[in-house]
Structure formats: structure tokens, C-alpha cells
């Protein structure tokens, strides 16, 4: 039973042009949500997250919207840069959940064109 | 300085066969993860363990078993290896509820 999903396995955008990632969830215990980045033969690395008390995060070119009453986050790169290809993996969290477990979904491969 | 390494990077063995995999994480966290990435790429899951409890997530066979000699480390055994078992799995670490986790590189494991 997946708790977090993407549903686009994979995006393109032109270079400079907005990447919008889309992220759901089921499990209303969840409180903390992450994106991680991927590059092939490496592991996930975290990219920016937004706690279930904000619905907007913010860390440079990188945005997080959580709309909790949907259950959907949202990952706004912008402008999008050709090393922004990569695979991104939501994430999702939360004390009552369990020991600190972190559930992810099946990831959106982003290809930005130059 | 690697903050979560886990060795071997690669791993080719034939099915029956026993191996482990190690885990090292040098931030001083006190929770530890093993995740299974399959060939659809869904990492999943498959033990959490600090220094009070392990969290085994049901669907993982009995031959996976992890082991943690101290806090800054958690190993996968996995007895009688089958084809199935072949996937990337990814150790992480991470400091407490609500803060983000730190992923090892990743050892890719291919039983034929």
C-alpha cells in the first residue's frame, strides 16, 4: 500500500522555464514532507522540506507548497537548469507514523532541455 | 568526509549464497534505515533502528536481518540469497523526528 505517490514517472522542461513536481499522499499522520534529488549511481539527497504548520517553503531557485486539506505537495524548480535533470523522490513523515519513518514515492525522472 | 558510506558499492553472487552488506554513518545520529530500491525504482522501506527499537516492515523475508554493533553502524545479512533479491539497497541515517535523512551511496546487488 503506497502512502506517497507521483504519478508522472517523468518530466521535460525547457531550460530557463518552470518545473512543477507533483506529490500525494494518503496517510492524514503525516506532518513533514521532503524532496530528495537523485543522480544515477548515487544516493538521495535532500533537497528542501515543509512541515505540515506551513504551506510554503522556499530555498532559492527551490519551492514546496503543501496543500493538506488535498493531500498534495508540490515542487517548483524555476528557472530550471540542465544539472536540475535528475530523478525526484517526495517524501513523507511523521511522529506517529513511527520511529521516525520516512515513506516515498516512486520518483519523477526531470530532464531539463537545454 | 563521507557522512553515510555503505560497502560494497557493487555485489554479483549466485542464489543460496550468504552476504552482508555494512553500513557507516559519522554525524552522530541515533536512527538508521536499510531501503530496497526494486527495478520500478519505489524505494521502500525495511528496517528502522535507533538505540531502543527495530522496526521491521512486515513484507521483508526473515533472510534479511540487520545488525548494529553500535550506533554508528547498521549491516544487512541476507541468508540464501534468491534472484529476487537483486535491487540497489540504500542505507540513511538520520538525527531525530522531523529532519531530513542522509543517504549512502547505494550498493547494488545482482544475484544470478
Known amino acids: 500500500d503506497q502512502q506517497v505517490k507521483q504519478n508522472s514517472p517523468s518530466l521535460s522542461v525547457q531550460e530557463g522555464r518552470i518545473s512543477i513536481l507533483n506529490c500525494d499522499y494518503t496517510?492524514?499522520?503525516?506532518?513533514?514532507f521532503l524532496w530528495y534529488k537523485k543522480y544515477p549511481a548515487e544516493g538521495p539527497t535532500f533537497l528542501i522540506s515543509?512541515?505540515?504548520?506551513?504551506d510554503k517553503n522556499e530555498d532559492g531557485r527551490f519551492t514546496v507548497f503543501l496543500n493538506k486539506s488535498a493531500k498534495h505537495l508540490s515542487l517548483h524548480i524555476v528557472p530550471s537548469q540542465p544539472g536540475d535533470s535528475a530523478v525526484y523522490f517526495c517524501a513523507a513523515s511523521g511522529y506517529q507514523t513511527g520511529a521516525n519513518n520516512l515513506f516515498f514515492g516512486t520518483g519523477t525522472r526531470l530532464t531539463v532541455i537545454p | 568526509d563521507t557522512a553515510v558510506s555503505q560497502t560494497p558499492k557493487y555485489l554479483v553472487t549466485q542464489m543460496g549464497n550468504d552476504k552482508s552488506i555494512k553500513c557507516e554513518q559519522n554525524l552522530g545520529h541515533d536512527t538508521m534505515y536499510w531501503y530496497k530500491q526494486d527495478s520500478k525504482k519505489f524505494l521502500k522501506i525495511m528496517f528502522s533502528?535507533?538505540?531502543?527499537?527495530?522496526?521491521i516492515n512486515e513484507t521483508v523475508p526473515n533472510r534479511f536481518s540487520p545488525k548494529s554493533p553500535d550506533k554508528a553502524h547498521l549491516n544487512l545479512h541476507i541468508n540464501s540469497l534468491e534472484l529476487g533479491d537483486s535491487a540497489v539497497y540504500f542505507c540513511?541515517?538520520?538525527?531525530?523526528?522531523?529532519?531530513?535523512?542522509?543517504f549512502g551511496q547505494g550498493t547494488r546487488l545482482t544475484v544470478v
Open positions: 515543509i512541515s505540515s504548520i506551513k
Open positions: 533502528y535507533n538505540n531502543k527499537e527495530l522496526i
Open positions: 496517510n492524514s499522520m503525516f506532518d513533514y
Open positions: 540513511a541515517s538520520k538525527r531525530q523526528t522531523n529532519t531530513e535523512a542522509f
